[in-house]
């Protein structure tokens, strides 16, 4: 029996939780399980025999979770095996997001993370202490949503040196960038038009400013290339000053405008950058799309949806079949 | 000590071979091992102590490999642990592939493969033999060269259903219809071309008419999605009759032309399809790309090099780390 505890209750946590929810999918991958706390900012649900998820999503619609144990009193009172971590991203301190899975693995339990804080303020720390305790820790979620790109690079490619990876890590600024392509309007029109059709948050200064991208990279970076990289060290240009005309004259030329992050032994970049219109990382929309290059595969391209409540969760799935789960190679 | 026997030494073979000299690199991944076999349908070289892989290439080189133990000796009178089974594909009989295939997972060997012939026309046999013996039976290098589709989908997928499988599974066709929708030429005439540039090989019949491509969708199909397809199974168009004027009418609304493979539940179909330009799936050159449609995922695409010496050495490679190895997982 694995039992299960949930930090964060937002959008990831919630789809997290539904997922859970169809039993018997699940448990044809990982066996039985139990879901034994739920727990965000504010309250919590626990119990050592299995909280009901419906219960928990219902509570949680009407308002917040009841006044409980708080995310550290989970760890220092209750069994779990795996805590799945999904608080709220601070790039900056990582919490509360890094102390809950300094505990967790601590403890010995194994952690599944969505929060990229924690990672990029100290990855290397948290790789080596999960190490030590002999727990996993699996991150696959804090990067491109739903596509595998951590498992394929490390994993699926096994042999293969890595030398670069590079491409669109934001799905909010390539909405807004292939719109002006389409478009032609300016940065600012296709911004307000995007918020008020909700297709982008209310704050998109992270996104725009290449913040997002910047944080996703560091990941990238350290758990894939083997670096030792921190924030400071990536070259960030954002895309607030990119003009209708600068895509006129792109695409006058048969290339368009993209922001790309890139790691490659020469350091971390993210910045504005013109791809020909072709390009398989020209993608359209909200899609994410990267190029991992390698010495003996070559170029190997993953795209797909880089957020999501579903994608960002199967994501999540994906991570504890892999702890637990027989996959369909055997 | 892993003992390795690689048959059929062609360009794959060698490709594996070349690799498999950069031992430094290999025993990172999987300890300490010898290959202890060469073969090819005219000699071998053997010796339980292993053979020298540079040799193997030079003589290779100057001629055949020196008269020897055929393969079917080597594995009736040799102890190794894992075959490479390179040898040229045969979708009618599976053979000589599909006879060593059975012999090595009958003997209790690991089969690594890159030919599409055996799996073919006897998926389930096979799958079903190896699971009875407890061995593997690895074949990424069969769809998609160097692209990891297979590990993708039955693996990093884990948890999602997969609704579909779609996409370019045959570079050389690819090639055609790219430079059918840059230059609008004939069919005839950038094959021509391309043959005089040995970018295709001289017979590209099973290429062009959409009979290779058939192939790796029953593969995937079968690996991938659990289905029971054979080859007679599948709806297949080729690109024999796809003339200028139909890019010209597809360009004028924005879109191209390319061979599509598709596995769903309604069945399996490889036929020219129209694709909007700017669609992840239009990759132009001899790109493969495909898209996995998942229920909680959603569209993941995957684009690389799906042949090369190299490159699908690479996928056999990412096979054996996968048997042996530790992954940059742990």
């Not at 018997?24 to 034994?36: A, H, L, P, Q």
């Not at 009407?62 to 790039?91: C, H, Q, W, Y």
């Not at 807004?176 to 209310?202: C, G, H, P, T």
């Amino acid at each position: 029996m694995i039992r299960i505890a949930i930090f964060g209750f937002g959008a990831v946590g919630q789809g997290v939780a539904e997922i859970l929810m169809q039993r018997e999918r699940i448990e044809r991958w990982i066996g039985r399980y139990e879901v034994v706390a739920v727990a965000d900012s504010r309250g919590s649900l626990c119990s050592e025999d299995g909280i009901s998820l419906k219960e928990a999503i219902e509570v949680k619609k009407r308002g917040s979770l009841p006044e409980g144990k708080s995310v550290m009193e989970i760890i220092e009172s209750m069994d779990f095996d795996v805590a799945i971590e999904a608080t709220p991203t601070n790039i900056e301190t990582g919490e509360p997001g890094l102390s809950h899975i300094r505990a967790c693995l601590n403890k010995g339990s194994h952690v599944i993370t969505s929060n990229k804080g924690p990672l990029v303020v100290a990855y290397k720390e948290l790789a080596e202490l999960a190490k030590r305790k002999n727990v996993k820790l699996a991150f696959e979620a804090t990067v491109g949503g739903a596509m595998p790109l951590i498992k394929l690079a490390k994993r699926d490619l096994a042999g293969n040196e890595i030398i670069s990876i590079k491409g669109i890590l934001n799905g909010t600024c390539n909405y807004i960038l292939s719109r002006m392509e389409q478009e032609r309007l300016s940065y600012q029109q296709i911004l307000a038009e995007a918020k008020e059709l909700k297709i982008v948050e209310a704050n998109t200064s992270y996104d725009v400013e290449g913040i997002d991208s910047a944080a996703k990279l560091v990941i990238l970076a350290n758990a894939v290339m083997e670096m030792d990289a921190t924030f400071n060290d990536v070259e960030i240009v954002g895309i607030t000053s990119i003009t209708p005309e600068a895509f006129e004259i792109a695409m006058e030329k048969g290339y368009t405008i993209r922001l790309i992050a890139e790691a490659s032994r020469d350091g971390l970049r993210v910045s504005p950058r013109l791809l020909p219109l072709y390009h398989p990382l020209a993608v359209r929309g909200t899609l994410n799309a990267v190029l991992i290059q390698t010495d003996l595969a070559r170029e190997v391209f993953v795209i797909g949806r880089g957020a999501g409540k579903i994608e960002t969760a199967s994501a999540i799935i994906s991570d504890l079949v892999d702890i637990y789960g027989n996959d369909r190679t055997n």
